[in-house]
Every structure is written in C-alpha cells, then in structure tokens.
C-alpha cells in the first residue's frame, strides 16, 4: 500500500515523523513516500534530521515575505506532478497548516483518498486562530480517513455530519514523538540554555508568533512580561523569537536587554522540548504546546481568546487567558505565589493520549485501505 505524506512546517514535521516511522517499519505492508513542501525550511530541515527523515520529494516553496495565496498555489501545483507520478493510494497530512489544505485539495483533484491525522479541532472561529481553523474545516471536507486525538474531536466530527465509521480516535501523536525524545540527563547544546539554573531561577518558556496576535496584542503579551520581571527577581523568562522579521523587530524592540530575559534563536526540537520540561509554565499562542506541555506536568496560559483544543482547558492543564497584559499577569502571578494553584495545573491528568497513536493510525491504514478506493 503507497501512503504519501505531506507536510511543510516544523510542527507538522514534528507530529508526523512518528507515523513515518511507524510506517516505514512495516516494510510488507506499506510503501511510503514522504513530500515536503517547505512552507518553513530552516525550523523544517531541523526536524526531518533529528528525525533521521530523508523527503523523496521537496517542492521548496520557501520565499522571504510570501503570502498566504503564493503559499496555496505552489503547494498546488508542485503536488499535482507528484502524486500523478507516485500514484499512492491515500496521502496524509497533519493539522492546520496551508500546506495541510492545498495538498488536501492537490490529492482530491486527483481522485486520491486524504486521511487527515488531528482532525476534528475546532475553535469556531473562522478567523481565530487564523487561518488554521478555516484549512481544518476544508481539510475535513475532502477527508475519507479522519484521525482524531481525542473522543471530543471525534464528537465534533460527527456533529459535521461525518459518518462514524471514516472517524478513528488515536491520542495524538505529538504525544509519541516528545516521549520518545525528553531525558532526564540531558545536556543542552545552546549556550545561553546551558547556562540557566533551573534551581535557583523559576524559568519561564514564552513563545507568541500567531497572525491574530501581530500588532497590539503581542504588545500587550510583552508589557505583561516586562512587569511580570520587575515584580518576581527570582523568575527568568525564555523567549525563543519566531523567525519573522516582523515578530523579532517587535520582540527585540520591547524585551531586547531586560534582565533575565532572554531572546534565543528557535531551539532545535530536542533543545526545545526538553528546556520544556525544566521550566515553571508556559507562555504561549501555540497549539502544539498545548498538547505537549500538560505531558510534562506544566501549565500553560495561553494567550488566544480562543482554543481549538478544549481538552487541555477542560482537563485543567491549561488556561485561556487573552493578550490582555491585566490578565496575563493575574494569572501567571497565580501560579508564581499559589502552590495550590500551581498544582492543580501540573498534576491534571495529560487527556491528549499514550504515546502509541502512530501504531494505531498505521493499522487503521491497513484495516481500512479497500475504503481509499475512488469510486467511479
């Protein structure tokens, strides 16, 4: 059976590896080719080595400053020569990515099955996260095979009037990839991340690069910050700059030369998840991190007035809290005073899965293949 993968970024690559491997274990089962578009290509390339994945195919789309539509119509039509010349049975993708959608689109215009691994998020806001929530919806459209991370996912979809038989509950597979990856011993490569004590500084992990948070919003995130540090001396703030020119200009320009705050490069994923793992909290807009993070035990404010994952607010490991600096220092002041508090984020049960979604995906793939079948 050829399964075809598609992805472009760092999260999708991150997320996707797992079932890469998984698959390409199984060598009397499946063929698989793995495409990258390189909708990131710097934060990308890093993953695929940690990964050991080595892309049949790369489209290379990657250029300084280009829109979302450029992005949609080289994903496109550099997929429409591929999968005409591998002719797979079903290609995958992952998420919410552009990328995610146009190879959707790419696969179905030639009559070829999608399975969508986390499907089924929704924040029911169709400009919120933008333009993540609106490729989710169109994704799920052309889906035959949805995997959904959790039962609430699933729920969703079926409320869309997706049939419950094309709907697979997997856990997430963010969640195989990070177990796979922290150690307890391990030694970090990036200078300024080495020379940080955990023990004596209540370290901080913000990361802020949404579109619906450029401008004001990501003003607001940085004043918290800048008074969260003149109120605790005993905390350190770690913000790894996103590589938009038009984030690190801000960034640079209201938290440059603060004390103990440090602006880093975008650590590789292994750097990356396991300063997670040492931290206090989070501060964050990412999806990913909010998945992740409750499997380490930490709490996660998430600066976004909205969440297409439910689960981790529900489940009391994370906390919606807006670009409201009033709000965000409430509440990051919550967690730095309250021990009370603090626990009851930690220690809230991880409701993302086990770590082994990619083995279920693969089998599914397998059970499933006579349904990826066009129909005339």
């Known amino acids: 059976m050829k399964v075809m ?9 991150i997320k996707m590896a797992p079932v890469i491997k998984v698959l390409q274990s199984e060598t009397t089962r499946f063929e698989v080719k793995v495409v990258v578009t390189g909708q990131h290509r710097e934060m990308l390339d890093q993953v695929l080595d940690f990964f050991e994945i080595r892309p049949d195919h790369d489209l290379d789309i990657m250029r300084h400053g280009q829109t979302l539509t450029e992005i949609t119509s080289r994903v496109l039509a550099g997929l429409e020569e591929v999968i005409l010349a591998e002719k797979p ?30 499907a089924g998020l929704r924040s029911h806001n169709m400009y919120n996260p933008f333009p993540e929530e609106m490729n989710r919806r169109l994704t799920g459209a052309l889906t035959t095979l949805h995997f959904a991370p959790t039962d609430s996912a699933a729920a969703q979809l079926a409320q869309e009037g997706v049939p419950q038989s094309n709907v697979f509950v997997t856990g997430n597979t963010v969640i195989d990839a990070l177990l796979g990856t922290v150690k307890d011993n391990y030694v970090f490569g990036d200078q300024v991340l080495r020379g940080l004590d955990f023990e004596k500084e209540r370290v901080i992990l913000l990361t802020t690069h949404r579109r619906e948070n450029w401008g004001i919003p990501m003003q607001r995130i940085f004043s918290a910050v800048r008074q969260l540090i003149t109120t605790f001396p005993d905390i350190r703030v770690v913000f790894p700059v996103h590589k938009n020119p038009q984030i690190r200009e801000v960034a640079v320009g209201a938290l440059g030369g603060l004390p103990r705050v440090n602006l ?5 994923y292994e750097e990356f998840v396991n300063l997670m793992a040492r931290v206090c909290f989070l501060l964050t807009d990412s ?11 930490k709490p996660v404010l998430v600066l976004r007035e909205t969440t297409e994952r439910p689960e981790g607010v529900a489940a009391g490991t994370a906390l919606l809290v807006g670009t409201d600096d009033g709000q965000i220092v409430k509440e990051a002041t919550k967690l730095l005073t309250d ?38």
Do not use: C
């Not at 992952?94 to 696969?107: C, P, R, V």
């Open 264 to 268: 880093i490069e975008p650590p590789a």
């Open 5 to 13: 993968t598609v992805f472009g970024t760092r999260p999708e690559a």
């Open 339 to 376: 021990t009370k508090a603090y626990a009851a984020m930690a220690e809230a049960p991880n409701p993302y899965g086990d770590g082994q979604a990619a083995k279920r995906i693969a089998q599914i793939l397998w059970e499933q293949r006579e349904l990826l079948r066009p129909e005339d």
């Open 287 to 297: 999806g990913g991190l909010q998945e992740e993070a409750p499997s380490l035990g």
């Open 89 to 118: 049975a079903i290609v995958l993708v992952h998420g919410d990515t552009t990328t995610t959608f146009a190879a959707s689109l790419a696969a179905f215009y030639q009559r070829v099955a999608v399975g969508h691994v986390e």
